[in-house]
């Protein structure tokens, strides 16, 4: 058989002649009522699976946020569609999972087709051979686009064996369904394109090349014997093996790890991922519940629960949890999956709310497990399907908060924080001490200032840190800023509080603050802590208190590029001290405020571009010093630290110098190079373009 060029093909496709097939050829009455019967078997089954599911679901509490459904039908295309937030990381395994998924679509969408095409035949009185819609120049697109995509699933499984078969001891879990799931998956593509094949040898169809790999396998199968005369028993028998597999791959979906296609689809465009949020906890709940925090499953919310049906095991938070490849007993996934397997063990009851759910802390979640947690958000940033071990870990720890159920330094540090408001317990009258011998303007001595410079208490109250502080105001008063600080009147911003579970403990203290600022009409704040400006600017909005928050490095940045602060390039060469140098990027600044560039600006301003040595893992993707989640609390020995292995890169680099932007980064990387390698200074990057600033002497104040 000859085949015809591409325009005679378009030509017969829309000509007289109708380029179409038979739907149900060689499927005899019988056999399509037993195939109806089956797939609404299978579909029952689903849907029963499916309402089980979200009974359980509807166990947990109703979500306080709003679901935008316009950006949900956007995040639909952006997230799922794309298949973007699963590219991101494990990039190859990305591209094969997303191949598999457009396949899958594609097929599931073309036997949707199929089915309307049946359905309107039926209404219409139409024949076989006489279709509505499945003829033309739409048939031959829909044939070429079903066998393409149909390669694309095909390609898509045997990866995924393959990985399966040689990664055993990776981080993705393993189930026995697993297997099942994606050896049915092949065996559906495999005997779909055979059934293919076998119908273009039984069918007279114009142009079956339209169809080519089937139109490749009744060529082989021609080669087997397979001819005319034979085909029909052959066609229909295999016919029945795709569609019972067919049958039960829907039929399996909500039992298996396929649910993650419902749950995580409903997960990723129902919720955002705002790393560094918390939800609230209202004294109306602790009076109607009599405890804060989580228990039990049905204390978690609603988008919780479906979010653990939308976890699939790939282990990517695993890889990049600190507190894991510290050693410690924290694996974000087995926290989400032994949530999972508790909610998998559960009867829902009649009643909305009520389960016969036991308690999660202890056998399901250790105590230990949960204190491991940096907060650093790196699962919750990784993770493809929306999932976020953070919050589930912080509202658990709530509750152990609430029972008692923390001892010991960081117990005392929380104390402190109440008492004397910092976490160190020292006096309030001396939190000013590290301005003596400045003339820095407080909002009392200087009542116009525009922006707020928001201190800390690592600055207020640590030496080290304290030459942050006044490096800062150093820039500050020679660019000119109208800036002024709270003084003695600040207090903890009760960010550690809230991360470690006590959140009335960060509730009294960010009310005492937002008091403050609404007092000072403050509108704009600087601060050269990740941590208090996440607070501040995510944490403090749920109780009034909405500012315009800026890094310390945002600002410094736009003051050089404004020629408002200008660099003595001989200020270093004097210095001797034009070696390389590194940057560590803080969890709360690069990952959970996207804050990356401007430290990098200031210091290709200070050094040069040529003296920047990147760490593997930088940006978003930077690894965490240890010190977030309250462990900056916790009397670790050094070499027991979250974070080790990013002291061990820093010194991997080879550079002279280490550059940080963040108190906490400062304390717990200058002890482990303390340690490892003393050789190496650590500065922040305020102390840097201090030191080689120029100084014109005291700028007339004007106007940001």
Same mark, same amino acid.
């Given at each position: 058989?000859?085949?015809?060029?591409?325009?005679?093909?378009?030509?017969?496709?829309?000509?007289?002649?109708?380029?179409? +097939?038979?739907?149900?050829?060689?499927?005899?009455?019988?056999?399509?009522v037993l195939f109806y019967c089956l797939a609404t078997l299978s579909v029952v089954i689903f849907g029963w699976g499916i309402w089980r599911r979200v009974r359980l679901w509807r166990m947990g509490r109703p979500s306080k946020a709003k679901v935008d459904w316009r950006a949900a039908l956007r995040g639909f295309w952006a997230k799922v569609m794309t298949q973007h937030t699963v590219r991101r990381s494990r990039r190859r395994a990305g591209i094969i999972h997303a191949l598999m998924f457009w396949g899958f679509s594609v097929l599931f969408v073309g036997t949707i087709l199929i089915g309307i095409e049946e359905y309107a035949s039926l209404i219409l009185g139409r024949g076989a051979h006489d279709p509505v819609i499945h003829k033309g120049l739409y048939f031959a697109i829909y044939e070429v686009a079903l066998d393409l995509f149909g390669l694309f699933f095909l390609v898509g499984c045997l990866w995924f064996i393959r990985r399966r078969l040689r990664a055993a001891k990776t981080s993705i879990g393993h189930n026995a369904l697993d297997w099942v799931v994606i050896l049915s998956f092949l065996a559906i593509g495999v005997t779909g394109y055979f059934v293919e094949g076998l119908r273009i040898i039984r069918e007279a169809t114009p142009h079956p090349e339209l169809s080519f790999v089937g139109f490749g396998v009744s060529k082989l199968l021609g080669g087997l014997g397979v001819n005319e005369a034979n085909v029909d028993p052959v066609h229909l028998a295999l016919w029945w093996v795709h569609a019972l597999l067919v049958f039960g791959i829907i039929a399996a979906f909500p039992y298996t790890r396929l649910l993650h296609v419902i749950a995580g689809v409903i997960n990723l465009?129902?919720?955002?991922?705002?790393?560094?949020?918390?939800?609230?906890?209202?004294?109306?709940?602790?009076?109607?519940?009599?405890k804060v925090g989580v228990e039990r499953l049905e204390d978690l919310t609603r988008q919780q629960l479906l979010s653990l049906d939308a976890c699939v095991s790939c282990g990517?938070?695993? #890889?990049?949890?600190?507190?894991?490849?510290?050693?410690?007993?924290?694996?974000?996934?087995?926290?989400?999956?032994?949530?999972?397997?508790?909610?998998?063990?559960?009867?829902?009851?009649?009643?909305?709310?009520?389960?016969?759910?036991?308690?999660?802390h202890g056998e399901v979640i250790g105590a230990e497990t949960l204190w491991s947690c940096t907060s650093c958000s790196?699962?919750?940033?990784?993770?493809?399907?929306?999932?976020?071990?953070?919050?589930?870990?912080? #509202?658990?720890?709530?509750?152990?908060?609430?029972?008692?159920?923390?001892?010991?330094?960081?117990?005392?540090?929380?104390?402190?924080?109440?008492?004397?408001?910092?976490?160190?317990?020292?006096?309030?009258?001396?939190?000013?001490?590290?301005?003596?011998?400045?003339?820095?303007p407080t909002v009392v001595t200087n009542p116009g200032f525009e922006v707020l410079y928001w201190i800390g208490c690592a600055a207020s109250y640590d030496r080290r840190a304290q030459k942050v502080a006044r490096a800062v105001v150093k820039l500050l008063e020679i660019a000119g800023v109208n800036y002024a600080t709270l003084g003695p009147e600040e207090r903890c911003n009760g960010e550690s509080a809230r991360r470690m579970g006590d959140e009335f403990l960060f509730q009294e203290l960010a009310g005492h603050n937002v008091e403050t600022?609404?007092?000072?009409?403050?509108?704009?704040?600087?601060?050269?802590?990740?941590h208090c400006l996440n607070s501040l600017k995510k944490d403090y909005p749920q109780f009034g208190g909405d500012y315009e928050v800026m890094h310390h490095t945002q600002l410094l940045s736009q003051l050089v590029l404004d020629g408002r602060l200008k660099v003595d390039s001989e200020a270093e060469? +004097?210095?001797?001290?034009?070696?390389?140098?590194?940057?560590? #990027?803080?969890?709360?600044?690069?990952?959970?405020?996207?804050?990356?560039?401007?430290?990098?600006?200031?210091?290709?301003?200070v050094r040069g571009p040529e003296a920047l040595v990147e760490m593997e893992r930088n940006r978003s993707g930077t690894a965490c010093c240890g010190a977030g989640g309250? +462990?900056?609390?916790?009397?670790?020995?050094?070499?027991e630290r979250v974070g080790g292995s990013r002291v061990s890169e820093v010194i991997e680099t080879g550079a002279q110098t280490v550059a940080v932007s963040c108190p906490f980064c400062l304390t717990m990387v200058g002890d482990g190079l303390a340690a490892k390698a003393p050789h190496m200074e650590v500065v922040d990057i305020a102390e840097l373009l201090a030191e080689v600033i120029e100084e014109p002497g005291r700028s007339e104040s004007t106007s940001m």
């Amino acid at each position: 058989m000859m085949v015809e060029e591409p325009a005679s093909v378009l030509a017969l496709a829309v000509g007289n002649e109708p380029l179409t +097939r038979e739907v149900f050829g060689n499927i005899d009455s019988v056999s399509k009522v037993l195939f109806y019967c089956l797939a609404t078997l299978s579909v029952v089954i689903f849907g029963w699976g499916i309402w089980r599911r979200v009974r359980l679901w509807r166990m947990g509490r109703p979500s306080k946020a709003k679901v935008d459904w316009r950006a949900a039908l956007r995040g639909f295309w952006a997230k799922v569609m794309t298949q973007h937030t699963v590219r991101r990381s494990r990039r190859r395994a990305g591209i094969i999972h997303a191949l598999m998924f457009w396949g899958f679509s594609v097929l599931f969408v073309g036997t949707i087709l199929i089915g309307i095409e049946e359905y309107a035949s039926l209404i219409l009185g139409r024949g076989a051979h006489d279709p509505v819609i499945h003829k033309g120049l739409y048939f031959a697109i829909y044939e070429v686009a079903l066998d393409l995509f149909g390669l694309f699933f095909l390609v898509g499984c045997l990866w995924f064996i393959r990985r399966r078969l040689r990664a055993a001891k990776t981080s993705i879990g393993h189930n026995a369904l697993d297997w099942v799931v994606i050896l049915s998956f092949l065996a559906i593509g495999v005997t779909g394109y055979f059934v293919e094949g076998l119908r273009i040898i039984r069918e007279a169809t114009p142009h079956p090349e339209l169809s080519f790999v089937g139109f490749g396998v009744s060529k082989l199968l021609g080669g087997l014997g397979v001819n005319e005369a034979n085909v029909d028993p052959v066609h229909l028998a295999l016919w029945w093996v795709h569609a019972l597999l067919v049958f039960g791959i829907i039929a399996a979906f909500p039992y298996t790890r396929l649910l993650h296609v419902i749950a995580g689809v409903i997960n990723l465009v129902s919720t955002g991922k705002h790393l560094g949020q918390l939800e609230p906890v209202t004294l109306e709940e602790l009076e109607e519940t009599g405890k804060v925090g989580v228990e039990r499953l049905e204390d978690l919310t609603r988008q919780q629960l479906l979010s653990l049906d939308a976890c699939v095991s790939c282990g990517r938070c695993e #890889d990049v949890c600190p507190a894991f490849e510290a050693g410690k007993p924290l694996s974000p996934r087995d926290v989400v999956q032994g949530l999972h397997q508790a909610m998998d063990a559960l009867s829902p009851r009649s009643g909305e709310g009520e389960s016969d759910a036991p308690g999660l802390h202890g056998e399901v979640i250790g105590a230990e497990t949960l204190w491991s947690c940096t907060s650093c958000s790196a699962c919750t940033e990784v993770c493809p399907l929306a999932v976020d071990p953070v919050r589930l870990i912080v #509202d658990m720890r709530r509750f152990l908060i609430g029972e008692g159920g923390l001892s010991g330094p960081p117990a005392a540090a929380l104390q402190k924080m109440q008492r004397s408001g910092n976490p160190w317990g020292l006096a309030k009258q001396d939190r000013f001490d590290w301005a003596e011998g400045l003339e820095v303007p407080t909002v009392v001595t200087n009542p116009g200032f525009e922006v707020l410079y928001w201190i800390g208490c690592a600055a207020s109250y640590d030496r080290r840190a304290q030459k942050v502080a006044r490096a800062v105001v150093k820039l500050l008063e020679i660019a000119g800023v109208n800036y002024a600080t709270l003084g003695p009147e600040e207090r903890c911003n009760g960010e550690s509080a809230r991360r470690m579970g006590d959140e009335f403990l960060f509730q009294e203290l960010a009310g005492h603050n937002v008091e403050t600022l609404a007092r000072y009409e403050v509108r704009k704040v600087i601060t050269h802590c990740p941590h208090c400006l996440n607070s501040l600017k995510k944490d403090y909005p749920q109780f009034g208190g909405d500012y315009e928050v800026m890094h310390h490095t945002q600002l410094l940045s736009q003051l050089v590029l404004d020629g408002r602060l200008k660099v003595d390039s001989e200020a270093e060469l +004097r210095e001797g001290k034009r070696g390389r140098i590194t940057y560590h #990027d803080p969890c709360y600044l690069a990952r959970v405020n996207g804050i990356s560039e401007e430290p990098r600006r200031l210091i290709e301003a200070v050094r040069g571009p040529e003296a920047l040595v990147e760490m593997e893992r930088n940006r978003s993707g930077t690894a965490c010093c240890g010190a977030g989640g309250g +462990r900056m609390w916790f009397d670790d020995a050094l070499d027991e630290r979250v974070g080790g292995s990013r002291v061990s890169e820093v010194i991997e680099t080879g550079a002279q110098t280490v550059a940080v932007s963040c108190p906490f980064c400062l304390t717990m990387v200058g002890d482990g190079l303390a340690a490892k390698a003393p050789h190496m200074e650590v500065v922040d990057i305020a102390e840097l373009l201090a030191e080689v600033i120029e100084e014109p002497g005291r700028s007339e104040s004007t106007s940001m």
